[in-house]
Each structure stands twice: as C-alpha cells, then as structure tokens.
C-alpha cells in the first residue's frame, strides 16, 4: 500500500484537524441586489411580472436566508420594481429579520389566515398579473394560490436557473473552501484505513473532521462502501468490515455558508487484482475524456457521451448497461448538491463561464465492485477548471 493509505492513527489524523484560516469571503449585500436585478431582467424576458420564490435554497440565493420549506408558507415575492416582499407567518419575524440580507416589505399572516390570499394581495398592491412559480416549491402552493388567481401559474425554472447556474467569483470561492475541506477529510479517511475497521466508524470520522474544520454542519451526507458494495451507486445497509484486497468507495461533502462540496473517491487497501486495476484505470480516462470536452458553448450531453464513448470503445455498455456506467456523467451543484446544469443525454443547454458540475462517470461490474472518480468542475472562458486535482491511481489516491 502507498503512504496514503493507512498508517495512521486516529490521534494524528484528529491533530491535522484545526479549524481552517483561508476562510472564503460571505457573499455581499451588493451581490444580492445584482441577483435580484437579473432575475427581473429574466422576468421581463419571459413575459411575466411577479416571481414567488419558496422556502429553501432558492430562497437563500435571493435574500441569504436559510430556511427550509414546510407546510407553513415562507417565500419571497418579487415584482418588477420596488422592494422584495417576505410573506411569512407573524410569529416568524424575528428569526427571519435575524438572517436576512436584502430590504424587503413583509406582509404576514396568522396561524388562521390564507396565506395564498395574502400573495395575491402583494400582487395585486404592485400591480402584477402574470406569476412564474419556483418549481422547487410544493405542489400545494400552487393550489392554494389558484384558488385566488384568475390566470395561468408559469414555471419559473428557465429564470431561477438563469440567475443561479453561472457562479460569481464570491461564489466560486465558497465551493473552493469546500472543496478543500473535504478533500483535506478524504485524505485523512484513507489515512486512518485498516482490516477490520467498519464503515460506520469511517463515517463517524468524516463528519467529525468536516466539523472540526469549521464546515457548516459536518458531513451533508457520507458514504463508505467496501468490497461488493461499492458495485451500487449510492451504497446498501447495514455495516461492512475492511478486508485486504478490497475497494473502498467514499463519498461526502460539506457546505461552506451553504455552498457544496461533493467528492468521492475509490482507492484499494491491499494489492490490486487486474480487474480492478483495469476498471479504475477506466473510469479514469473516462473522467479525463469529460473534462477534455469542456469549453463554452458546448452542449452538456457531449460531456457526458465524450465519457460513454472511452467505455464503450473498451467494450462496456453500451448505454446504461453494466458492466458500464448506470448514470449520467454529472450534475451542477452549488447551494443544492444536485442542480442545473446536468451532463445527461439529451441536454442541449450549451455550458458557459461560471457552470459548475460533477464530472462522476461511474463504472459498474455487478456482483464484483464499482469504480467513482467524482470531481468538480467550473467552465472557464477558455475551457475548464478542477476544482480538485484528480485521483493519480488506484494505490495512491490523492494527488
């Protein structure tokens, strides 16, 4: 085994745990107001007056709140002109003025009261007619607001992916100390590594160094697969014990005032057979054929196919068939983990400077293991840009 894979003890991976100093900059007031001026712009364009924005990463974007939707309605109404307005429940206020970061007009309702009604009363009082409706935002939103309004609800997809795919700067750096962060925790997982120790305890580890390191809430999520297990995307239950000779598959991220990390790693404790060897070193130039294929204005399918066609030509697939790649190539991530854009078939969005994704082209031998290289990406004005540097070998993850 290389130096990077096992040897250390939990005591030396738990002193490289210091809170972090290079800390990313929060987004600033001035960001949030040209956020909210795009976004009317993008309204004009497509015809419509009024944008209610719900409760969860859509609206952290627009206002910095972090509010999670529930059956209580949160959201932001916003009208071609004038200040924002926050319809919220009464007794909300203070913990929503506590978080916000833009001037808003508020309108609330009591625990009784229609708070549908109450959006088309904000629209109405600024004159709106034609509503774009945030399409993470429950189904019962908006048939609470037909029942008040006398005109067709639009999907506000094209506009709220318009503001948020392309990444400012502020933005960019948030997701590079992420990023950091938790290939900093990778490495220290592969470090700590030895026969026997269970997946659980690996997992309990990460989401302890993503904490240390001052993540927003340790892990948002983790998962450690060894050995047969590795061979499902999003691994099975229960907890496995490491052996000599099989693949460990990690994958997990945090967020750093919100913003995502997302790595996973494969790598092999012990020797190699050929089989893995010959997968890994797969997924690997599938990984690299991806970001080759990377530059304005390319459609996201072709990053996606430029990873099928080095595995069909080595004999896997074809399509989703296993042995191959059961998924698509990789998926936009800022706020949310999983967003626009996506390197699917079928996507004919043309990619532009500031899109960020995985570039994740799993490879599946069902019953045996799975390789995943995941790393993320932002598109440059030239082509694009790591933001980790890939995984050198099966032996020695880490570059």
């Not at 009464?90 to 109450?118: C, N, R, T």
């Not at 693949?247 to 005032?257: E, M």
């Not at 799993?362 to 082509?383: K, W």
């Amino acid at each position: 085994m290389s130096g990077q894979i096992g040897g250390l003890s939990l005591e030396q991976a738990r002193a490289q745990l210091t809170p972090w100093t290079q800390r990313a900059a929060p987004i600033a007031a001035q960001e949030y107001a040209q956020r909210i001026e795009r976004a009317r712009r993008l309204m004009t364009a497509h015809g419509v007056d009024a944008l209610l924005i719900g409760a969860g990463t859509s609206l952290r974007y627009f206002t910095g709140v972090p509010w999670g939707a529930s059956e209580r309605l949160v959201a932001l109404l916003l009208t071609l002109d004038g200040d924002p307005v926050l319809i919220c429940p009464a007794f909300e206020e203070g913990s929503l003025d506590a978080v916000l970061k833009i001037p808003v007009a508020k309108y609330l309702w009591e625990e009784h009261e229609d708070p549908y009604a109450l959006v088309v009363q904000a629209m109405d009082d600024h004159h709106a007619h034609a509503l774009a409706l945030d399409p993470g935002i429950a189904f019962a939103v908006h048939t609470g607001l037909r029942a008040h309004l006398g005109t067709a609800i639009r999907d506000a997809g094209a506009i709220i992916d318009g503001c948020r795919m392309c990444k400012s700067p502020a933005e960019l750096a948030l997701m590079q100390q992420a990023c950091d962060m938790t290939l900093l925790v990778q490495r220290l997982a592969a470090g700590i590594a030895q026969e026997g120790i269970g997946t659980d305890q690996l997992v309990r580890f990460i989401d302890e160094a993503h904490r240390a390191l001052g993540a927003d809430n340790g892990s948002t999520f983790c998962i450690v697969q060894f050995g047969h297990a590795t061979a499902f995307p999003h691994g099975i239950p229960g907890v496995q014990h490491l052996r000599v000779g099989e693949l460990v598959l990690i994958d997990t991220g945090c967020t750093v005032q919100g913003y995502h990390s997302d790595i996973t790693r494969t790598w092999i404790y012990g020797t190699p057979s050929d089989a893995q060897r010959r997968i890994w070193d797969l997924e690997q130039a599938a990984q690299a054929a991806a970001f080759a294929a990377i530059r304005p204005a390319v459609a996201c399918e072709a990053v996606d196919q430029a990873a099928r066609s080095v595995l069909e030509a080595a004999g896997l697939g074809p399509d989703y068939r296993l042995p191959g790649l059961p998924h698509r190539t990789g998926h936009g991530c800022g706020l949310a983990i999983h967003e626009a854009p996506y390197l699917v078939r079928g996507n004919a969005q043309p990619l532009q400077p500031g899109m960020c994704a995985s570039n994740e082209p799993m490879i599946v031998v069902p019953g045996e293991f799975g390789v995943r290289l995941e790393d993320h990406f932002h598109v440059t004005d030239a082509g694009a840009q790591w933001f980790t540097p890939p995984s050198p070998a099966i032996d020695h993850p880490f570059a």
